[in-house]
């Protein structure tokens, strides 16, 4: 199990940028899979990026590839989410999440340890 703490939400116009970062607990962050989701009023959790446990793989959301890029320092425990060109339909709360295993996935039931998110609200 590991504790996630995320960070670096806030208010941002539409077009502007914003890097998002999550924190974990524990000796074992480099044998996890991270991910960020998102969920937004009314809507079901939405997967935005994951990362490879060494970091050399990603894998991103339709609505985000381009914009958004995910990194991991597992000397320092953290995953980062930098969002640029940001739009309305990118508020939402960001959640980070964790995995074990290799394998990628876009599948929020994959993931067995979350954050509680920050929220992100993008001005139009």
Request: a neutral charge; glycine letters at 12%.
């Given at each position: 199990?590991?504790?996630?703490?995320?960070?670096?939400?806030?208010?941002?116009?539409?077009?502007?940028?914003?890097?998002?970062?999550?924190?974990?607990?524990?000796?074992?962050f480099s044998t996890?899979?991270?991910?960020?989701?998102?969920?937004?009023?009314?809507?079901?959790?939405?997967?935005?990026?994951?990362?490879?446990?060494?970091?050399?793989?990603?894998?991103?959301?339709?609505?985000?590839?381009?914009?958004?890029?995910?990194?991991?320092?597992?000397?320092?425990?953290?995953?980062?989410?930098?969002?640029?060109?940001?739009?309305?339909?990118?508020t939402a709360v960001?959640?980070?999440?964790?995995?074990?295993?290799?394998?990628?996935?876009?599948?929020?039931?994959?993931?067995?340890?979350?954050?509680?998110?920050?929220?992100?609200?993008?001005?139009?």
């Amino acid at each position: 199990q590991v504790h996630l703490a995320e960070s670096g939400g806030g208010l941002v116009q539409t077009g502007g940028s914003l890097t998002l970062s999550c924190k974990a607990s524990g000796r074992t962050f480099s044998t996890y899979a991270m991910a960020w989701f998102r969920q937004a009023p009314g809507k079901e959790r939405e997967f935005v990026a994951t990362i490879s446990r060494a970091g050399a793989n990603t894998l991103y959301g339709d609505s985000v590839k381009g914009r958004f890029g995910i990194s991991r320092d597992n000397a320092e425990n953290t995953v980062s989410l930098r969002m640029i060109d940001l739009k309305p339909e990118d508020t939402a709360v960001y959640y980070c999440a964790a995995k074990g295993g290799q394998y990628l996935s876009p599948l929020p039931s994959e993931y067995t340890d979350w954050g509680q998110g920050t929220q992100v609200t993008v001005s139009s």
